[in-house]
């Protein structure tokens, strides 16, 4: 079955970047697109970026111009390059694949476990 994992969150002070990465297992082929999510403490979770696999990528506003996703198909591995963190960054980001409803906070497709971000 599916898997993915995530990993690269952690603790850091606003202005600070971190690197999560995001690797898939468990299937053939290539994903259709992949992505990256957020929930808040006690928030809605959002779509914050996705990936297709021939390279096309859409940004939530919140985030545009601060973080980038990338890919590495041949490792199976989705990255999100996050820079200039700010407090209302802090959240729980998942990992997601061949998902639903991007911009309604996604439904449906493969999910990880989610790595902790927390910005101060």
């Known amino acids: 079955h599916v898997q993915l994992v995530e990993s690269g969150g952690g603790s850091v002070q606003a202005g600070g970047s971190l690197r999560l990465s995001c690797v898939a297992s468990?299937?053939?082929?290539?994903?259709?697109?992949m992505g990256w999510f957020r929930q808040a403490p006690g928030g809605q979770r959002e779509g914050i970026a996705r990936?297709?696999?021939?390279?096309?990528?859409t940004y939530a506003d919140s985030v545009k111009g601060r973080f980038t996703i990338s890919q590495d198909i041949t490792k199976r591995t989705v990255y999100l390059q996050m820079n200039n963190l700010k407090p209302e960054d802090t959240g729980m980001y998942y990992c997601?694949?061949?998902?639903?409803?991007?911009?309604?906070?996604?439904?449906?497709?493969?999910w990880g476990q989610g790595t902790q971000v927390t910005v101060s």
């Open positions: 997601a694949a061949n998902f639903f409803e991007f911009s309604s906070g996604g439904r449906g497709g493969h």
């Open positions: 468990g299937y053939s082929g290539v994903m259709n697109h």
């Open positions: 990936i297709y696999s021939a390279g096309t990528t």
